[in-house]
């Protein structure tokens, strides 16, 4: 019984690690914790439905059931479609400036493949919390201080274009 707890627990940090990708400028880096991450919102009801079948204690089975029946009435909501295509992650293509005071925050330039559509594109900053996890902000190249940044110009190329 100690194992359904746990893996509502995991559900729970699944869906909050979702809801801040989509809607605060905290990002998943890694693409295969990301699609576990939209995978889990996306399953919400066969969790329902282990739910209800496994924990026999209805005041457990209430209190289990809230964040799997928002998942599904938040997805139907806005339809899966959404879901699916903001899964697709930024690319660094080029680290523009890094910071001189800390390693962890640089400006980059990135895209993003929405398929037979091309490519979106931006510049932002980036602060990199682990390898797998960041926040990312829009940033405007006419306003920064150049004195704190160095201008380091590096192509990464994540995405894999030939040319670059």
């Known amino acids: 019984m100690k194992t359904i ?10 869906v909050i690690l ?9 990002g998943i880096k890694n693409m295969t ?33 809230i964040i799997p029946v928002f998942t599904l009435v938040f997805s139907l909501s806005i339809g899966y479609t959404p879901i699916i295509f903001n899964s697709a992650n930024w690319k660094t293509q080029t680290i523009i400036y890094q910071n001189i005071e800390d390693d962890n925050l640089t400006i980059e330039y990135q895209m993003q493949d929405i398929g037979a559509l091309g ?3 931006r510049k932002v900053k980036v602060r990199y ?11 405007d190249l006419d306003t920064i201080s150049e004195s704190d940044w160095l201008l380091l110009n590096k192509e990464v190329n994540e995405s894999g274009l030939k040319g670059s």
Do not use: E
Request: zero cysteines; aromatic letters at 18%.
């Open 5 to 14: 707890y746990y893996f509502n627990i995991l559900i729970t940090l699944l």
């Open 18 to 26: 979702f809801l801040a990708d989509i809607y605060t400028a905290f």
């Open 33 to 65: 914790l990301r699609y576990i991450i939209y995978a889990s919102f996306i399953l919400s009801p066969i969790i329902i439905i282990f739910n209800l079948i496994l924990i026999s204690n209805l005041k457990i089975k209430l209190l289990s059931l």
């Open 119 to 121: 490519y979106n594109k």
């Open 129 to 139: 919390l682990t390898n797998l996890f960041t926040i990312v902000t829009p940033i």
